[in-house]
């Protein structure tokens, strides 16, 4: 039995524990099932342009399609499926959703569409994602330069020379790459210099409350005109109001996105959305 806190390593049978780890598992055995049966549904939020554009840039955002609870959101699964490593795969069923996307939209005619992928730190570093990527390209003929990546800062803390290895080849073979939630993730900025990042996306806590909440609105103040110095662009995520928009707009953000211009969306959706045109450039009246 437990003796004193602190100093005891022991600990009383705690049946909310127990319970907890009961869900714990029963998640993860249902979230392999997902894996083998392919249950993620991809949505896709648009990022809309300050200048005119030609192709669609949009984000790819994994939903698990379950089969009693319905939707289940990434936030709800992707730190198990990370602590399993089930993120490999579940990454490379949305890599090929973007890619089979991209490619059906090739062969109608339609606008082209510019794919961004969220890479978690455990794919990143995954030996064989560089093989594994090429491979899903090639089966559908995609060419890296209609895709994104997009990684968390907090995957290069001290990894800069491996994040390095990877990025370079994702680089080099097309892709973009893109740091996502700039500003969140308590990692120095020399990264910025020593990486082949093209695009930094200011975290959506930096964008509440702008223009009025002023701290606010210095930080991203700050964020694009480091960006832009560095000759990176800036995408600012979690636009929710006008205000936002043009206050953002107003920093020369190369692009927006929030709920205000669209929320992410299943795929018929999407296409409906790029053949309205409305999204060739941001509108703010
Ligand atoms: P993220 O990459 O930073 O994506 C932005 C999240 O903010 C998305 O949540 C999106 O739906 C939400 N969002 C977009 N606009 C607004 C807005 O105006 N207001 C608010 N309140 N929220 C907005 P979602 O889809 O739940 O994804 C959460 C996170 O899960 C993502 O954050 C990303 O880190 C991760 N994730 C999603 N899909 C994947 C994936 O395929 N692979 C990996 N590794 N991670 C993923
Ligand atoms: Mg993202
Ligand atoms: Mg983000
Ligand atoms: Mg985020």
Request: include cysteine.
């Amino acid at each position: 039995a437990a003796k004193k806190y602190g100093k005891s390593t022991i600990r009383h049978y705690d049946p909310a524990i127990a319970a907890r780890q009961v869900d714990r598992l029963q998640r993860i055995s249902d979230l392999e099932k997902a894996v083998a049966e392919q249950q993620f549904e991809v949505h896709y939020q648009p990022k809309l342009s300050t200048r005119r554009s030609h192709a669609l840039h949009v984000e790819a955002l994994v939903r698990w399609h379950h089969p009693s609870e319905g939707y289940i959101a990434p936030t709800a699964f992707i730190s198990i499926a990370e602590e399993t490593g089930m993120i490999v795969d579940i990454g490379d069923q949305v890599l090929t959703a973007a890619c089979k996307l991209i490619a059906n939209q090739r062969k109608s005619g339609a606008p082209a569409l510019r794919v961004a992928v969220n890479l978690s730190v455990q794919q990143l570093y995954d030996a064989n994602l560089l093989k594994r990527f090429e491979d899903i390209l090639s089966r559908h003929g995609v060419h890296a330069s209609e895709l994104e990546f997009e990684v968390t800062e907090s995957a290069f803390i001290n990894n800069v020379d491996a994040a390095k290895g990877v990025l370079s080849a994702l680089k080099s073979a097309g892709a973009s790459i893109a740091v996502d939630d700039f500003g969140t993730g308590y990692s120095s900025l020399s990264y910025l210099a020593k990486l082949p990042i093209d695009t930094v996306k200011i975290d959506r806590a930096f964008v509440q409350g702008v223009p009025s909440d002023s701290d606010n609105a210095t930080l991203c103040k700050a964020i694009a005109s480091l960006a832009h110095s560095l000759r990176m662009s800036v995408v600012a995520e979690g636009v929710e109001t006008k205000q936002q928009a043009s206050f953002l707009s107003g920093l020369d953000c190369d692009q927006l996105q929030g709920y205000y211009f669209a929320k992410p969306m299943c795929e018929s959706d999407l296409l409906d959305y790029v053949n309205s045109g409305d999204w060739q450039q941001v509108t703010l009246d």
